[in-house]
């Protein structure tokens, strides 16, 4: 068995493990545990005895303490799934070696062009392997990158001994992209003070600001009737549902913003005449502007109702995730100490924000604060996805360099 960082990522997509928003079990597709038992296997190789696959899909394993001081107990954390945007079945990974600039076509879908204009990062990969799928499917760099990158780092603090650290947990997670990542995992059994999950994009970013997000469903009861007798009477669901999305502000939506600006997202829709529903997602870094782009919805929703008397609405909002910052900035070093990893590991630090969210996020509120530490992968979610293999070892260095640095100010 090989166990450099590609080599590992290179094993782990080529197993699909996409999940499945549709799904009530958790985790919500078998095959997420495909990669879980290789996982455990590798773990259990490396010399971590205690790792385990338990019922839900989650893997757990243990790094020992080496030191004779307490430390506290930090987690590295990825996930196994995939997205569901995009097809993760029959992964052919590509490997560009000595990249010399310029675009990237990928050979199973000639259409499918890694264009530099429209991803500047490759600018700074002259000289570096660019692994990619090869255009039919996702590569899954998110988060098998992660993954890759934690298994890695802890063989190697295995394999020097002389490298002093605290104990160190590892948890891999299920159903992330489908916002269910921790919701069966047991904190008590991880153990964990203080956790990193290793799942962000370009080299030597760490993130300690996600958005707050919620979602929301808004069922809309029309009035069907026989389209030949429908005269004064009918109100169609579907012309309803219709007029609401149409009445999205053009200036608050994902295509449209940008930074530190919220959205909001139709996700889906479901109608026939009788009755429409409505699925979107709402986003912010201030909760404040979560809650006023909900009740600009909801008034919009209001206002296309007031030309259908016969009909009714539902507006239902559920709570996601909350902005993790609230809790890290209560414990400064976790992103302190982080920063300093990543300038050994040779990079400029850089902290940012997501426009989006993490695992960490919900840890965070559950009790165990969570920044996000780059992967290196690049246009997920999609067909284009890239990482090259120099910033996986850079992620590497930076998690064995973070452990470190933990047992040493401690």
């Not at 997205?83 to 560009?96: I, R, S």
């Not at 990237?104 to 890694?114: H, M, T």
């Not at 692994?131 to 190697?156: F, M, R």
Request: proline fraction near 5%; charged fraction near 25%; include cysteine.
């Amino acid at each position: 068995m090989t166990d450099t960082v590609t080599d590992r990522f290179l094993r782990y997509v080529v197993v699909d493990t996409q999940s499945d928003p549709t799904s009530t079990t958790q985790p919500s597709t078998e095959k997420q545990k495909n990669l879980g038992r290789i996982l455990v296997d590798e773990l259990l190789a490396i010399g971590l005895p205690d790792a385990h696959l338990d019922e839900h899909g989650y893997v757990y394993a243990t790094i020992p303490s080496n030191v004779d001081k307490p430390v506290p107990v930090i987690c590295f954390c990825s996930h196994m799934d995939t997205a569901p945007d995009f097809t993760g079945t029959n992964v052919k990974p590509q490997m560009l070696r000595d990249y010399r600039g310029g675009d990237i076509r990928l050979a199973g879908d000639p259409q499918q062009v890694i264009r530099v204009d429209e991803h500047p990062a490759l600018r700074d990969q002259i000289g570096n392997d660019i692994i990619t799928s090869d255009g039919t499917t996702l590569l899954g760099a998110d988060d098998k990158a992660g993954l890759a990158e934690i298994v890695t780092a802890a063989q190697y603090l295995i394999d020097n001994p002389d490298i002093r650290h605290g104990t160190i947990k590892l948890l891999f997670t299920t159903d992330e992209e489908i916002g269910r990542g921790v919701d069966k995992m047991d904190l008590k059994k991880l153990g964990a003070e203080f956790a990193y999950t290793v799942d962000g994009e370009t080299a030597g970013h760490i993130e300690d600001e996600t958005f707050s997000a919620d979602g929301v469903e808004i069922v809309i009861q029309g009035v069907a009737i026989h389209p030949g007798f429908a005269f004064d009477k009918m109100e169609n669901a579907i012309k309803i549902a219709g007029a609401i999305i149409d009445r999205l502000p053009k200036d608050i939506a994902p295509e449209t913003t940008a930074g530190r600006e919220g959205f909001i997202h139709p996700t889906g829709v479901s109608a026939s005449m009788e009755k429409a529903t409505l699925g979107l997602i709402i986003r912010d870094f201030d909760e404040t502007g979560l809650a006023d782009k909900e009740h600009m919805l909801e008034q919009i929703v209001k206002d296309v109702m007031t030309a259908y008397p016969g009909s009714s609405y539902s507006f239902t909002v559920k709570h996601q995730y909350r902005n993790m910052k609230t809790v890290l900035d209560r414990h400064p070093q976790i992103v302190e100490f982080a920063v300093e990893a990543i300038g050994r590991a040779g990079m400029t630090p850089v902290r940012g924000s997501i426009r989006g969210g993490t695992d960490g996020s919900r840890l965070s509120f559950m009790g165990l604060p969570c920044a996000n530490l780059f992967a290196g992968g690049h246009a997920f979610h999609s067909p284009l996805e890239w990482v090259s293999r120099q910033d996986m070892e850079k992620s590497v260095k930076t998690l064995v360099e973070l452990a470190k640095i933990w047992a040493e100010r401690s």
